[in-house]
């Protein structure tokens, strides 16, 4: 047996090989056991990507490095068809991470992907004239099916490792093995490339990921958003000691965030309520909720579509007191939809500092938010909860 027979795969092929394996498999099971479950499609997507830049990465490290050659005495059918499932299995280790890609793309849910709760993943170019049930249904429809033929191929290839291992001829499983197994193993390849097979792929990655960062751009600073014409108001609002906050549930489970963004006009006294006015201009951009899917999310089409809607205003009239606190109605104006709820607070005046604690509860229905994925709020909870709290200066 000569010593250009006997040479394993460079370590780096035989770590991707076992890694990409042990993926393919686990990715198989988790898309068996993923329905109503958010986490697990998430993480479905997430390894999804990463196969398919792993598959990059190896095919560059297969040009650079080209594997050792079969054994002399395998007959050539078997090389041949040895061959034919190595190009199948990276054709669909990146073909069927696409195909998910473009099936999220131009699902009518419009999910958001995070990678690994992570990294916003935009969805592909020039597919929002595409969405549509039909399509999606067709796409995850072979997806699916790719799924067998990976699995076929995996048995394929295995049964084809362990017939060559205890055939007549050289095996070639102790080839892949990491060197814990099969003593004596011949000596490995010498390795070359690795700039180019991770450099490329990492930068490509990159390239991709960063689509969504320079498309959300910088949020506006609060003295510049647009909104109604500012009041003449009588109180300056302490916005290091303010917050506008909303809450709901997700899946059975309570979400907060705030909008780290906004301005208002206040014009109010209490012994003149039929004159008070608020208007408030709420940077949509500026969401948090500190769980990085829903802020994504909450950027998309069917929620506050800051592409097209970057701002939302409220205006409170109609003031009145009630008890030991106030109520007014509150008009919010998101994506051109305008509702009234009532909202209610106590205020406190000391001087000339006022404190105030206000809640109102809106319909997100009544808002068109994420009535394309859960119109039934099956996932989110119709109501949303808005708080306000915050400090303001009467004016001199």
Same mark, same amino acid.
Do not use: C
């Given at each position: ?65 080209? *594997? *050792?050659?079969? *054994? ?12 034919? #499932? ?8 990146? !073909?069927?991470?696409? &195909? ?66 205890? !055939?007549?001829?050289? &095996? ?60 003449? !108001?009588?109180?300056? #609002? ?31 006294? *209490? ?42 205003? #409220? ?9 030991? !606190? ?24 000391? &001087? ?45």
């Amino acid at each position: 047996m000569s010593a250009e027979a006997s040479s394993r795969y460079t370590s780096v092929a035989i770590a991707l090989h076992w890694a990409m394996a042990a993926l393919l498999v686990f990715m198989i099971w988790l898309g068996w056991n993923m329905d109503e479950n958010e986490v697990r499609y998430q993480l479905h997507k997430s390894i999804g990507i990463t196969l398919m830049f792993l598959a990059f990465a190896r095919l560059a490290w297969r040009f650079a490095n080209p *594997p *050792p050659p079969l *054994p002399e005495g395998m007959p050539a059918y078997e090389k041949t068809a040895s061959h034919l #499932v190595h190009i199948a299995f990276y054709v669909l280790m990146i !073909g069927i991470p696409l &195909g998910g890609w473009f099936m999220v793309s131009v699902s009518p849910f419009q999910v958001s992907t995070v990678l690994f709760g992570q990294v916003s993943w935009p969805h592909l170019p020039f597919t929002e004239g595409l969405i549509g049930e039909t399509l999606y249904e067709f796409v995850a429809n072979v997806h699916g099916k790719g799924a067998w033929v990976i699995i076929g191929l995996l048995a394929l290839h295995v049964a084809g490792a362990v017939k060559h291992e205890f !055939g007549a001829e050289d &095996g070639v499983l102790k080839r892949m093995l990491p060197g814990l197994f099969g003593k004596p193993n011949p000596p490995a390849l010498p390795a070359r490339g690795a700039l180019f097979a991770f450099g490329g792929s990492l930068l490509l990655f990159a390239a991709i990921a960063a689509v969504p960062l320079l498309a959300s751009g910088s949020p506006k600073p609060v003295s510049s958003l647009s909104g109604p014409a500012a009041l003449s !108001g009588n109180w300056d #609002v302490d916005y290091s000691q303010s917050e506008i906050s909303f809450s709901g549930q997700h899946e059975g489970k309570p979400f907060t965030g705030v909008f780290g963004n906004w301005t208002a006009d206040i014009l109010f006294d *209490p012994d003149a309520l039929g004159e008070a006015r608020v208007r408030a201009v709420v940077d949509t951009r500026s969401a948090k909720t500190g769980t990085k899917l829903y802020d994504d999310s909450l950027k998309g089409k069917e929620w506050f579509n800051v592409s097209q809607f970057p701002e939302a205003s #409220v205006d409170l009239s109609d003031f009145k007191a009630v008890g030991s !606190g106030y109520e007014a109605t509150a008009t919010l104006t998101l994506k051109d939809v305008a509702v009234s709820v009532p909202l209610t607070f106590t205020l406190e005046i000391s &001087g000339d500092t006022a404190s105030l604690d206000a809640t109102a509860a809106f319909s997100r229905k009544a808002l068109n938010l994420g009535q394309s994925s859960d119109p039934g709020a099956s996932w989110v909870a119709d109501a949303v909860t808005v708080h306000v709290t915050g400090k303001a200066q009467r004016q001199p």
